[in-house]
């Protein structure tokens, strides 16, 4: 069962149950922090977080977690996958990061990570690491702006299937 709780400036009106939470009623708040408590030893292996505003994301517990899709949240900055060594899906594009490492996630074959503000050694690290971890097939969205550093990873994933938009 999943408990959910949520804190607000202001008023809200809402309801919930134990799976979800309906916060249409929300008119007298614009800032709203929903926290999702996970009960001990209890873990999920899916999470998305589209378009809620997102400033921070902490999924560092959560080392079952196989597809994350958290995309326009214009004002997350950061995003911390190092602890969560099960991802195999990864989709942050429209949102405010400006690093992004992906050298612990070894199985990741989904990665649209566009529309970010990530800097040229961000981009060349992630055709980097996504060609040491070894994996065919995959998929790859990134904006362009990476340098020559990762021409031999980017065209060694085109050689193991990888579709690649850049």
């Not at 134990?18 to 001990?40: A, E, M, W």
């Not at 505003?53 to 900055?77: A, F, K, V």
């Not at 994996?135 to 340098?147: I, K, V």
Request: aromatic content about 6%; proline content about 1%.
């Amino acid at each position: 069962t999943l408990s959910v709780s949520w804190e607000s400036t202001g008023v809200i009106v809402s309801s919930g149950t134990d799976t979800s939470i309906d916060l249409t009623g929300n008119t007298g708040s614009t800032n709203v922090v929903v926290t999702v408590y996970i009960p001990s030893g209890k873990k999920f292996s899916y999470l998305t977080c589209e378009s809620i505003s997102l400033t921070t994301l902490d999924i560092s517990g959560n080392t079952s977690l196989i597809i994350l899709l958290c995309s326009y949240n214009l004002n997350l900055n950061t995003l911390d996958t190092s602890n969560n060594t099960s991802l195999e899906t990864l989709w942050t594009h429209d949102n405010n990061l400006t690093t992004l490492d992906l050298s612990s996630n070894t199985l990741l074959d989904s990665v649209l990570i566009f529309r970010n503000n990530l800097t040229t050694t961000s981009k060349d690290n992630v055709y980097i690491d996504l060609d040491a971890h070894f994996l065919s097939d995959g998929n790859l969205q990134l904006d362009a702006g990476r340098s020559s550093a990762s021409n031999t990873a980017r065209a060694n994933l085109i050689t193991k299937g990888w579709s690649i938009s850049d």
